[in-house]
């Protein structure tokens, strides 16, 4: 089992900036990934890093605005988010998964709410 806590969540006005962290704990995985849903709308994957090799991506709609980077120690992923816009208000989850597997472990999300 892995266990995710995200956090840095909260309430920013459009332009603002946020960081999300991601505490992993449990079994080792091999790639973790940031996505969000709100309301009313399908889930989206943001950026996934690859846990051995540290390569990541993040979708193209975003990828101006955020990124994604894990701590020189431990098991934290962030995700960066930069001007953002009231359309990014949504549930922020990160994920987990080893090869073949698909994103198994999922923490419980926090909500970022952007004002205009």
Same mark, same amino acid.
């Given at each position: ?7 840095? #969540?909260?309430?920013?006005?459009? =332009? ?6 991601? %505490?992993? /704990? ?7 990934? $940031?996505?969000?849903? *709100? @309301? ?10 690859? $846990?051995?090799? #540290?390569?990541?991506?993040? !979708?193209? /709609?975003? %990828? ?8 020189? *120690?431990?098991? %934290? ?8 816009? @009231? ?8 994920? *987990? #998964?080893?090869?073949?597997? =698909?994103?198994?472990? $999922? =923490?419980?999300? !926090?909500?970022? !709410?952007?004002?205009?």
């Amino acid at each position: 089992q892995v266990q995710l806590v995200e956090s840095g #969540g909260g309430l920013v006005q459009a =332009g603002g900036s946020l960081r999300l962290s991601c %505490a992993a /704990s449990g079994q080792t995985f091999d790639y973790l990934g $940031w996505f969000r849903q *709100a @309301p009313g709308e399908e889930r989206e994957i943001l950026a996934v890093i690859m $846990w051995n090799t #540290g390569r990541t991506s993040v !979708t193209d /709609s975003v %990828a101006s605005r955020f990124s994604i980077s894990r701590a020189n *120690a431990g098991r %934290a992923v962030y995700l960066q988010m930069n001007r953002l816009k @009231p359309d990014d208000t949504a549930v922020y989850y990160c994920a *987990a #998964g080893m090869d073949g597997g =698909g994103y198994r472990f $999922w =923490g419980h999300g !926090t909500q970022v !709410t952007v004002s205009s």
